[in-house]
Structure formats: structure tokens, C-alpha cells
């Protein structure tokens, strides 16, 4: 199995930064892409960025040219870096791991972290 946690939630203003970062532990081979969803109210959850074992990167357009995400491959960590954020940006951000595809001893639906939250206020 593997074990997800995010950290660096935080209340910010509107137009700070933040970064916020998940480390993934446990059976490694069940570690493939990594990814960054985002939980507001009344609202599904939303996927912000991603990044697979290739290095290629995805943002949501609300994100794009605001939030970079890099990968230490070595570590089985993402980090998120979170500029000119807006309060549209608040919500909890939950960090995700896929496993690679095929016959593994692992979870299809992947693995979440708790989350760590994030309020952007005025």
C-alpha cells in the first residue's frame, strides 16, 4: 500500500504564495503519476495539476502561468508552488497517487492524502 501526506495549508491574502507538498511512502511500485486535486463547497473535486512518471506535466486553466509543480522522483514527493493566488483558490487540496498500469498488487482507484487546506482571503 501506500501512504499519502500533504502539508503546507495555509490562510493566506490574495496574491501571496504558498507551496504545498505530498510525500509518498510505502510499496513504491504502486507509485506512478502524482497529482494535486482540489475540494471547495458545493463543488466536485477538481484535478489542479498532475505530473506522471514521464515528467509530463498537466495544469487545470485555472491554474495555468500561477502554479508550478515539480517532482523529486527520488523522494516520491510533489511539491506545489502557488503564486498570485486568488480567493477562487481556496479549498482543501488533496494529493493523489496512481499506480502504474497493469498486473500489480496495487490499488486501482490509487491513493488520496487527507488534504491539507487553503483559504485565500481579501
Known amino acids: 500500500q501506500v501512504h499519502v501526506m500533504e502539508s503546507g495549508g495555509d490562510s493566506v491574502q490574495a496574491g501571496d504564495s504558498l507551496r504545498l507538498s505530498c510525500v509518498a511512502s510505502?510499496?513504491?511500485?504502486?507509485?506512478?503519476?502524482m497529482g494535486w486535486f482540489r475540494q471547495t463547497p458545493g463543488k466536485e473535486r477538481e484535478v489542479i495539476a498532475g505530473?506522471?512518471?514521464?515528467?509530463?506535466?498537466y495544469y487545470a486553466d485555472s491554474v495555468k502561468g500561477r502554479f508550478t509543480l515539480s517532482r523529486d522522483y527520488s523522494k516520491n514527493t510533489i511539491s506545489l508552488q502557488m503564486s498570485s493566488l486568488k480567493i477562487d483558490d481556496t479549498g482543501v487540496y488533496f494529493c493523489?497517487?496512481?499506480?502504474?498500469?497493469?498486473?500489480?498488487?496495487?490499488?486501482?482507484?490509487?491513493?488520496w492524502g487527507q488534504g491539507t487546506r487553503v483559504d485565500v482571503s481579501p
Open positions: 510505502g510499496d513504491t511500485i504502486c507509485i506512478s503519476a
Open positions: 505530473i506522471n512518471s514521464g515528467g509530463y506535466t
Open positions: 493523489k497517487v496512481d499506480p502504474p498500469a497493469g498486473p500489480l498488487p496495487c490499488s486501482s482507484d490509487g491513493y
